[in-house]
């Protein structure tokens, strides 16, 4: 009897070693994300060693990526953008691990709680910039409620939180919009872990911050690392908040980059591309990161 095309697709699958079969699986899909993303960075590469016939430059040649490491604007860009992007991980880790530790506690008295703090997840990263932009200004919605209230004379005396060079703004849209992606996936880990070693702590007399730091943060750790460097990835390449909400000097990388590729001189297009690449690189190593505490966290859960 022969079996149908279907049974022996499955049939050779099954017979295949197991990381063999997932490659088989997936080679559609990454062939698709290998042409895009892998083609976009090979002429990236290939434009920023001066490979740009619409400028007149054909001949290969590091000297761009010698001039963006020489230009002592683009180190104060580059420590910019780690300050911020560390400070707005850690801020968001923080607040998000508390929101999980309360959503925890509440989440089996109400699920629209749960629901509610989902909702952020669904707005764009733009209309975040935007509502900071209308909320922390000069004359934005705080300084007018607390001029209207008596307790600031003018908004002149509001302190500057837009385009400040602390960036405060940036740090509080990313901290605004990054904190329920966090929070929900440490709440995630913490419904599944069940509530039998917090019962064991307590009953060994072990205080509130004893559970939390001998029983609960080992086991959200490895999720909670996948999620902050998930974060930091993002914020050290995201453009359009530091591009809204940052100041004209010193940029964030990515908007530093994005000025050296649009300038009028084509010649300034290969650095600008350099740039870029020196963003994906370091993203890459972090998401490489995460993607390694995200197994060993499988791993833990398995032996758990």
């Known amino acids: 009897m022969t079996l149908p095309a279907n049974d022996n697709r499955a049939e050779r699958a099954r017979s295949l070693p197991r990381p063999a079969a997932t490659i088989g699986l997936l080679a559609p899909a990454l062939a698709v994300v290998g042409v895009l993303f892998g083609g976009g960075l090979a002429l990236g590469l290939v434009q920023s060693l001066g490979y740009l016939p619409a400028a007149g430059m054909s001949a290969l040649s590091a000297d761009h990526f010698a001039r963006v490491l020489a230009d002592p604007d683009f180190f104060k860009s580059l420590a910019f953008t780690f300050y911020l992007a560390l400070a707005s991980t850690l801020v968001a880790l923080a607040v998000g691990v508390a929101a999980a530790l309360a959503l925890n506690r509440l989440a089996g008295r109400s699920r629209a709680i749960q629901f509610i703090f989902q909702i952020p997840l669904t707005v764009p990263h733009l209309v975040i910039a935007i509502a900071v932009a209308f909320l922390l200004a000069p004359s934005g919605l705080l300084a007018r409620g607390l001029q209207g ?6 908004g002149v005396a509001f302190p500057l939180l837009v385009n400040d060079p ?69 914020t050290f390449g995201a ?46 190593a972090a998401v490489a990161l995460a993607q390694g505490l995200t197994q060993a966290a499988r791993r833990r859960g398995a032996v758990l």
């Open 149 to 154: 209230l008596g307790l600031l004379p003018s």
């Open 166 to 234: 602390w960036g405060v703004g940036i740090m509080a849209a990313y901290v605004w919009k990054e904190v329920p992606f966090i929070a929900l996936m440490v709440l995630a880990v913490l419904q599944s872990s069940g509530a039998e070693l917090l019962e064991v702590g307590r009953t060994l007399k072990a205080d509130r911050w004893q559970r939390f730091r001998y029983i609960t943060l080992p086991i959200i750790f490895p999720s909670l690392g996948a999620a902050g460097l998930i974060v930091f990835a993002y």
């Open 239 to 284: 453009f359009e908040i530091p591009y809204l909400l940052g100041q004209t000097y010193p940029m964030m990388l990515p908007v530093w980059a994005y000025k050296a590729y649009s300038d009028v001189d084509l010649l300034a297009r290969p650095e600008g591309i350099a740039a870029g690449l020196v963003i994906a690189g370091v993203v890459t």
